[in-house]
């Protein structure tokens, strides 16, 4: 499969067949032929999209981007920047009503020391340096930060499951392609996962075999609600330089930030997603500061 458009036909035919609701997660190989990037989104449907179902706020956010080199189409492995935004706007709005997120997406991020290859944030993958333009470290943070309990990922070709800093991450990567057996995790198996709600805040999954059967050997997935989340830091320095002032963070979130001036000026407003940002600013000045992460809003006043 390489994204072309007889092959997404062919695909959105078998799936409009299902008699249960059938929802798709763009991978790397729908971008691998011309405008197949154009022909997903018209024939199988949007990238990024959400849903909820009672308290539970189903997340779809691509992880594969297009793009061409040498005469050929490659795909980015990243979250993009205003994927991010989006997902900071859902996540904010699923914690303000009491809705617990689950994320799904294609690419899984790279977790030391398991993985650290094959993945966003993966050095040898595009864009590079992948560690900085795939914004991994934004999205791992955001999910600790708004309490994001489950995450499903594909990519790899393997099952596996398991919890990091109170994330359950699964990779379902069984589906007919070639087997990985390269990971020192994981297990190289064909499979399918079914996932059910008990209880009132939790989800428990099976893995089963092609041909419907429990995988026994394979514990279930248990995600309870209630958990705790660590959450990253949320403290800031402010630091006079010799032209303005730099502001370092403790985590790479989402944040509005604006300056203005005493009279009410606004000098700079902007969204920053990295832990660090200098303003060039006039010496001998007050100014005003207003900074918003998720729903917490810090203000306040400076010389310089």
Same mark, same amino acid.
């Given at each position: 499969?390489?994204?072309?458009?007889?092959?997404?036909?062919?695909?959105?035919?078998?799936?409009?067949?299902?008699?249960?609701?059938?929802?798709?997660?763009?991978?790397?190989?729908?971008?691998?032929?011309?405008?197949?990037?154009?022909?997903?989104?018209?024939?199988?449907?949007? #990238?990024?999209?959400?849903?909820?179902?009672? %308290?539970?706020?189903?997340?779809?956010?691509?992880?594969?981007?297009?793009?061409?080199?040498?005469? %050929?189409?490659?795909?980015?492995?990243?979250? #993009?920047?205003?994927?991010?935004?989006?997902?900071?706007?859902?996540?904010?709005?699923?914690?303000?009503?009491?809705?617990?997120?689950?994320?799904?997406?294609?690419?899984?991020?790279?977790?030391?020391?398991?993985?650290?290859?094959?993945?966003?944030?993966?050095?040898?993958? /595009?864009?590079?340096?992948?560690?900085?333009?795939?914004?991994?470290?934004?999205?791992?943070?955001?999910?600790?930060?708004?309490?994001?309990?489950?995450?499903?990922?594909?990519? !790899?070709?393997?099952?596996?499951?398991?919890?990091?800093?109170?994330?359950? /991450?699964?990779?379902?990567?069984?589906?007919?392609?070639?087997?990985?057996?390269?990971?020192?995790?994981? !297990?190289?198996?064909?499979?399918?996962?079914?996932?059910?709600?008990?209880?009132?805040?939790?989800? !428990?999954?099976?893995?089963?075999?092609?041909?419907?059967?429990?995988?026994?050997?394979?514990?279930?997935?248990?995600?309870?609600?209630?958990?705790?989340?660590?959450?990253?830091?949320?403290?800031?320095?402010?630091?006079?330089?010799?032209?303005?002032?730099?502001?370092?963070?403790?985590?790479?979130?989402?944040?509005?930030?604006?300056?203005?001036?005493?009279?009410?000026?606004?000098?700079?407003?902007?969204?920053?997603?990295? %832990?660090?940002?200098?303003?060039?600013?006039?010496?001998?000045?007050?100014?005003?500061?207003?900074?918003?992460?998720?729903?917490?809003?810090?203000?306040?006043?400076?010389?310089?």
């Amino acid at each position: 499969l390489i994204g072309k458009k007889f092959e997404l036909e062919r695909y959105a035919k078998i799936a409009g067949k299902s008699k249960i609701p059938w929802l798709s997660v763009r991978g790397n190989h729908e971008l691998y032929s011309d405008s197949s990037w154009f022909y997903y989104n018209e024939i199988v449907g949007d #990238t990024d999209y959400t849903f909820d179902i009672g %308290k539970i706020r189903y997340i779809v956010v691509s992880s594969c981007h297009p793009k061409r080199i040498k005469n %050929k189409n490659y795909s980015d492995y990243l979250i #993009t920047r205003g994927e991010i935004i989006w997902l900071d706007s859902l996540l904010n709005d699923a914690k303000a009503k009491g809705l617990n997120p689950v994320i799904f997406s294609h690419v899984p991020p790279c977790i030391a020391p398991e993985y650290t290859w094959h993945c966003l944030g993966d050095k040898r993958s /595009y864009p590079k340096p992948n560690i900085e333009k795939s914004n991994v470290k934004t999205f791992l943070s955001m999910m600790r930060y708004y309490g994001v309990h489950l995450a499903v990922f594909s990519h !790899i070709h393997h099952y596996d499951s398991f919890k990091d800093k109170g994330i359950t /991450y699964v990779i379902t990567g069984g589906a007919g392609a070639p087997r990985y057996k390269e990971f020192k995790r994981g !297990i190289a198996i064909y499979h399918f996962i079914k996932m059910n709600i008990y209880g009132r805040d939790s989800l !428990i999954g099976n893995v089963y075999s092609p041909d419907g059967e429990i995988i026994d050997s394979i514990p279930p997935i248990k995600v309870n609600f209630h958990s705790k989340i660590e959450k990253p830091s949320m403290k800031i320095k402010r630091l006079k330089i010799k032209n303005g002032v730099e502001y370092t963070f403790g985590s790479p979130l989402v944040r509005e930030i604006s300056i203005r001036n005493m009279s009410g000026k606004v000098l700079y407003d902007t969204t920053l997603i990295k %832990k660090d940002i200098t303003f060039p600013l006039k010496r001998f000045h007050f100014y005003k500061y207003q900074i918003k992460t998720g729903s917490k809003i810090i203000k306040g006043t400076f010389y310089n």
